[in-house]
């Protein structure tokens, strides 16, 4: 049986996704982008890459255990494999392959 | 022609490999919640935004109602938004690819298209921003439908496993702090997002956070206007 529910849940996301998307060529086409917002464009995705490794990290309690330890352990694995190798697809599988170790095994 | 397709798939490298383990990371947890193959492929598909497509998980095992997956999608994705603005003029000119190119802009072909190429003809521009967004999507295709098949009969615990999003995150946020010596929108976006997240907590803190990231980098340009004007 199809779930409905779910079925329109995921064309909401979709659509929801596909609109933002379109929104700022529909409303910036055709006239010249102002200053500010090519201003913006230029500092914003480093602003936004910062604010998604906190979104990541939001859940993290550090008045109960396990402290946010396998995350903070697993970030610092994925910041120095990526500053050694630079190589996306070590430090994506080195942190994720350390976080799964330590929240079944240790903690 | 053939040349682009090479260098498209040279400068999507990073891309595929990151795609590929966090889409089967996706595929795998759509797997063990009970949502199969065809549930996966249709998400990456129609929808195409990893965080959004994990997030969504949570939203179709929560039974979420549409409203509220309506407003999170909003929220998570908000920040494409100004991937567009800063793509507006990139993009213009580009004929009938613009309507793929547009919903093809993730976050990894942003990172890709946004800049270079200025010596390129315009033709062969459009036609490498074409390349590299269809190339990314049939990584991420690709990636999560390989997921769902080994979702099935995968031996070991997957706890855990959602963490390659927060890896690639990391990932690409170091790799943009070593790529230019202005840190300062960086820092910005990591302490206004701290201080929101303490604010306002961890289910509200997204979008006074985006605000309070504008506000400060709008500030930001005005107090560099003035000590250059000095």
């Given at each position: ?23 700022p060529?529909?409303?910036f086409?055709?006239?010249e982008t102002p200053a500010f917002i090519t201003y913006l464009g230029k500092v914003l995705p480093y602003a936004v ?59 | ?78 920040r494409?938004l100004f991937y567009g603005i800063s793509m507006v003029d990139r ?23 946004c800049s ?64 230019t010596?202005d840190?300062l929108p960086a820092?910005i976006g ?20 985006m605000?309070?990231i504008t506000v400060l980098l709008s500030a930001l340009k005005l107090v560099r206007r003035e000590e250059k004007?000095?």
């Amino acid at each position: 049986m199809i779930d409905i529910h779910s079925v329109l849940l995921v064309a909401v996301v979709s659509a929801v996704t596909i609109a933002i998307r379109f929104l700022p060529f529909l409303v910036f086409s055709g006239r010249e982008t102002p200053a500010f917002i090519t201003y913006l464009g230029k500092v914003l995705p480093y602003a936004v890459m910062g604010m998604l490794c906190v979104y990541c990290l939001r859940e993290i309690s550090f008045v109960s255990a396990p402290f946010g330890i396998p995350e903070l352990v697993s970030v610092a694995a994925v910041v120095l494999l990526h500053l050694w190798r630079r190589n996306t697809l070590i430090s994506i599988i080195g942190g994720t392959v350390c976080y799964m170790l330590l929240v079944q095994l240790v903690f | 022609m053939k040349n682009d397709i090479k260098k498209a798939i040279r400068d999507t490298i990073p891309v595929l490999s990151g795609y590929i383990v966090l889409g089967m990371g996706f595929g795998i947890l759509m797997q063990t919640k009970g949502y199969g193959i065809w549930w996966t492929l249709a998400m990456s598909a129609f929808v195409y935004a990893g965080s959004m497509q994990y997030l969504a998980v949570d939203l179709l095992t929560g039974g979420a109602s549409l409203i509220s997956a309506a407003i999170t999608t909003l929220m998570v994705n908000a920040r494409h938004l100004f991937y567009g603005i800063s793509m507006v003029d990139r993009y213009k000119g580009t004929g009938k690819k613009k309507p793929y190119l547009i919903f093809a802009l993730t976050d990894e072909t942003y990172s890709l298209v946004c800049s270079g190429n200025e010596d390129k003809s315009e033709e062969e521009r459009h036609r490498y921003y074409f390349l590299v967004s269809l190339f990314d999507q049939i990584y991420w295709v690709c990636g999560s439908v390989i997921g769902a098949l080994l979702g099935q009969v995968i031996p070991f615990s997957t706890e855990g496993i959602d963490f390659a999003l927060t890896a690639l995150f990391v990932t690409v946020f170091v790799e943009q702090w070593k790529s230019t010596k202005d840190h300062l929108p960086a820092i910005i976006g990591v302490m206004a997002s701290v201080i929101c997240l303490v604010v306002f907590g961890a289910g509200d803190f997204l979008i006074p956070a985006m605000v309070l990231i504008t506000v400060l980098l709008s500030a930001l340009k005005l107090v560099r206007r003035e000590e250059k004007a000095k």
